[in-house]
């Protein structure tokens, strides 16, 4: 992967984000990243590979949509780490099945399948709907009690 196709992938990445408001999801995808990288090594490696050979070139390409990428890529990160299944919950808080792509105003959320645990955070839209902020609040935060 050379320089140039990763400067391309992060301009066009920067280009959709200030072009439709979305939040920038690579910090958290970073976070992800670390986490995987202590839980599953072999998921970590296989994961950095997919950065490498097929995001940044598919996002460099201008073919799709590089939210949409990178989405898949968090969902990608979030099932390595705990199986599972992705929902989209749109503005009302309803949870639907995750089908790229998601409209831009759902939350992204990966729900471990087991033993369960916390939600991961896969993607949010520029803006929480009070619905939206509930369910991130108890599913992902682990918040039992309204913020006073």
């Known amino acids: 992967m050379s320089d140039d196709l990763t400067a ?70 979030a099932e390595a780490l705990a199986p599972g299944r992705t929902v989209a919950v749109d503005v009302t808080g ?17 729900l471990p399948g087991g033993r369960g645990g916390r939600a991961l955070l896969v993607g949010l839209p520029a803006e929480l709907t009070p619905a939206q902020r509930a369910t991130y609040d108890v599913l992902v935060s682990g918040r039992q009690k309204l913020p006073g």
């Open 8 to 77: 391309e992938a992060d301009r066009r990445l920067e280009d959709a984000l200030a072009s439709t408001g979305a939040r920038d999801p690579r910090e958290f995808y970073r976070e992800r990243l670390k986490e995987l990288k202590q839980a599953n090594p072999d998921g970590y490696a296989e994961a950095v590979a997919f950065y490498r050979d097929d995001l940044i070139p598919e996002v460099a390409s201008g073919e799709g949509d590089p939210l949409v990428a990178w989405t898949e890529y968090g969902r990608r990160l």
């Open 94 to 110: 309803r949870a639907h099945t995750y089908e790229p792509p998601a409209p831009r105003d759902h939350l992204i959320l990966h």
